[in-house]
Structures are given as structure tokens and as C-alpha cells.
């Protein structure tokens, strides 16, 4: 057991500060004070974070922590906290481990016994889940789909029966193609697009999956999508058309017929004969 007494036990301690996702003015005084009195700052990108950093007049050492160096980052900073430093986590906007680098050395700190204090802030999926006009609560976040097509159908699946309210991130590149997957497995259900939040463009798209597909190519900026969650009223049943469409995901990826029919078969609990049948009449 580990029981953190944050402000009472005298340890080193990392903290979490989140960053403003767009708007400056959300920078909170807290935030700009714990910062300020940190040893180190350890963030993703040192050009990123030093301008935001120069803007709210912060002078303290930054190093860099982000995907590529996590372990090598992580024992480094356990090693600055041993040194009795105390160190700010920052991620380039947001939240820290909120799909952004954070998770391993959380992990690491909390075993060698240091604290690990957060910091309230910004965080772009809470913003668009509040405004989103879908039940608030409870909710699933997601985070980024996988890339592709069939990968990320099968990644719906496992969402597809979920009660609760979900909540995606997606680069505008591939909208389209995540929108497009999500209609074909979960089928068309109310969501809400979030995009630029907090900055002067700012924008709320509510209606259904295929109401906001059909704006997308028009729109641009760091995206936030809330979709509602299964409703008791909807059917349990995969159509023939959500089948074939993960089929045919698994084959525009490279898999053979038979690789893709297994599966598809493994992500939906289908009969292999129902699947095969179903592509056997497709070809005819």
C-alpha cells in the first residue's frame, strides 16, 4: 500500500500542470506558481513549452520527456527526485497522460515512494463532453482509434455495446474515415464534434454520425468527437452490410480473404460460417 500525504511527508514530488489547449487565459495562478517554484520542468517539446513558458514569465530548467525517451526520461527524473529536486510534468497543451506522455513515469515515482501531485486545468475531452448536449454521465474516454481500417472497426466492437457516452480524439486527416467507422459499427447515433476549443474558432457540430460526416471535409483543427451510447431501444444484431464492411477493412489492409474473415470473426463473436457465407455471396 501507498499512502500519499501530498503537503505533510517532506518527499521530492513530481507534479502534473496542465497547459492551456488553446486560450492562455485558462493558464491557471496555481499552475504558473508551482511551475515557478519547480527544480525542473520536464515537457514534450523544450521549443514548444518555452514559449509558453517565456509568455508566463517561468525561468526553470526544461528537459525533455515524451514518447520516444519515456524510460530513459522516467529514471532520469526518479534520479532528480532522489536529489530532493522537485519536478513539473507539462505536456505541449493539456493535461498530462491524457494522450500525452506521463504514464511511465507516474508509475516509476509512486514506487520509489516520491509524491505525485496534480494540478486542476485544461483538458479538451472534458470541455467538449460538457458542451456536447449527450448524457455527461457516465462516459468512456477513448482517446485515438487505431489508424486502420479494419484495426479500428475492430476497436468499435469492443465499444459497441457500451451503455455510456464515448469520447474519441482524431486528427482531421483521417475524420472522415473514423466517422465512416463508426456509422458502419455502431450504427448512426447522435454524437457531437468539438473542434478548436477554447480558441477563436471554436466549434460545436451536434447531430447524428452521418449529419456530421457530411460537413467534415469542410472542417479543420484539433478535434474532439463525443458519441452517445448504446441505447436499450437499439438492436444487438451486426447487418450484413456492418459485417462485410469490417471484411473488406481487413482487406484493404493487406490481409488475405481467409485472415480477414478470422478476423472478423474474433472481433464480433460471429459464426465463421456466417462470415464466409457472407463473402462467398458478395463475390457472386
Given at each position: 500500500?501507498?499512502?500519499?500525504?501530498?503537503?505533510?511527508?517532506?518527499?521530492?514530488?513530481?507534479?502534473?500542470?496542465?497547459?492551456?489547449?488553446?486560450?492562455?487565459?485558462?493558464?491557471?495562478?496555481?499552475?504558473?506558481?508551482?511551475?515557478?517554484?519547480?527544480?525542473?520542468?520536464?515537457?514534450?517539446?523544450?521549443?514548444?513549452?518555452?514559449?509558453?513558458?517565456?509568455?508566463?514569465?517561468?525561468?526553470?530548467?526544461?528537459i525533455a520527456y515524451h514518447n520516444f525517451n519515456e524510460e530513459?526520461?522516467?529514471?532520469?527524473?526518479?534520479?532528480?527526485?532522489?536529489?530532493?529536486?522537485?519536478?513539473?510534468?507539462?505536456?505541449?497543451?493539456?493535461?498530462?497522460?491524457?494522450?500525452?506522455?506521463?504514464?511511465?513515469?507516474?508509475?516509476?515515482?509512486?514506487?520509489?515512494?516520491?509524491?505525485?501531485?496534480?494540478?486542476?486545468?485544461?483538458?479538451?475531452?472534458?470541455?467538449?463532453?460538457v458542451a456536447s448536449g449527450l448524457v455527461a454521465q457516465p462516459?468512456?474516454?477513448?482517446?485515438?482509434?487505431?489508424?486502420?481500417?479494419?484495426?479500428?472497426?475492430?476497436?468499435?466492437?469492443?465499444?459497441?455495446?457500451?451503455?455510456?457516452?464515448?469520447?474519441?480524439?482524431?486528427?482531421?486527416?483521417?475524420?472522415?474515415?473514423?466517422?465512416?467507422?463508426?456509422?458502419?459499427?455502431?450504427?448512426?447515433?447522435?454524437?457531437?464534434?468539438?473542434?478548436?476549443?477554447?480558441?477563436?474558432?471554436?466549434?460545436?457540430?451536434?447531430?447524428?454520425?452521418?449529419?456530421?460526416?457530411?460537413?467534415?471535409?469542410?472542417?479543420?483543427?484539433?478535434?474532439?468527437?463525443?458519441?452517445?451510447?448504446?441505447?436499450?431501444?437499439?438492436?444487438?444484431?451486426l447487418s450484413e452490410e456492418q459485417i462485410l464492411s469490417m471484411?473488406?477493412?481487413?482487406?484493404?489492409?493487406?490481409?488475405?480473404?481467409?485472415?480477414?474473415?478470422?478476423?472478423?470473426?474474433?472481433?464480433?463473436?460471429?459464426?465463421?460460417?456466417?462470415?464466409?457465407?457472407?463473402?462467398?455471396?458478395?463475390?457472386?
Amino acid at each position: 500500500m501507498n499512502r500519499q500525504k501530498s503537503f505533510e511527508n517532506g518527499q521530492a514530488t513530481l507534479y502534473l500542470v496542465p497547459t492551456p489547449i488553446g486560450n492562455l487565459s485558462e493558464m491557471s495562478p496555481r499552475a504558473v506558481e508551482v511551475l515557478n517554484s519547480a527544480d525542473v520542468i520536464a515537457c514534450e517539446d523544450t521549443r514548444t513549452s518555452g514559449t509558453l513558458l517565456k509568455h508566463f514569465e517561468v525561468h526553470a530548467r526544461l528537459i525533455a520527456y515524451h514518447n520516444f525517451n519515456e524510460e530513459s526520461s522516467s529514471r532520469g527524473i526518479v534520479a532528480l527526485l532522489e536529489e530532493g529536486k522537485n519536478v513539473a510534468l507539462i505536456s505541449d497543451a493539456g493535461y498530462p497522460l491524457i494522450n500525452d506522455p506521463g504514464q511511465r513515469v507516474v508509475s516509476d515515482v509512486t514506487e520509489h515512494g516520491f509524491n505525485v501531485v496534480p494540478v486542476s486545468g485544461p483538458s479538451a475531452f472534458l470541455n467538449a463532453l460538457v458542451a456536447s448536449g449527450l448524457v455527461a454521465q457516465p462516459f468512456l474516454f477513448v482517446g485515438f482509434l487505431p489508424q486502420g481500417n479494419g484495426e479500428r472497426k475492430k476497436k468499435l466492437m469492443e465499444y459497441r455495446d457500451y451503455p455510456m457516452t464515448m469520447i474519441f480524439y482524431e486528427a482531421p486527416h483521417r475524420i472522415d474515415r473514423m466517422l465512416e467507422s463508426c456509422l458502419e459499427v455502431l450504427g448512426d447515433r447522435k454524437c457531437t464534434l468539438a473542434r478548436e476549443l477554447t480558441k477563436k474558432h471554436e466549434e460545436f457540430i451536434r447531430g447524428t454520425i452521418s449529419e456530421v460526416l457530411s460537413v467534415v471535409e469542410q472542417i479543420r483543427g484539433e478535434m474532439v468527437i463525443v458519441v452517445e451510447g448504446k441505447q436499450k431501444s437499439q438492436q444487438d444484431e451486426l447487418s450484413e452490410e456492418q459485417i462485410l464492411s469490417m471484411v473488406n477493412g481487413y482487406l484493404g489492409e493487406g490481409m488475405s480473404t481467409k485472415d480477414a474473415i478470422k478476423a472478423t470473426v474474433k472481433a464480433t463473436g460471429l459464426s465463421k460460417n456466417v462470415v464466409y457465407d457472407l463473402v462467398v455471396s458478395q463475390k457472386q
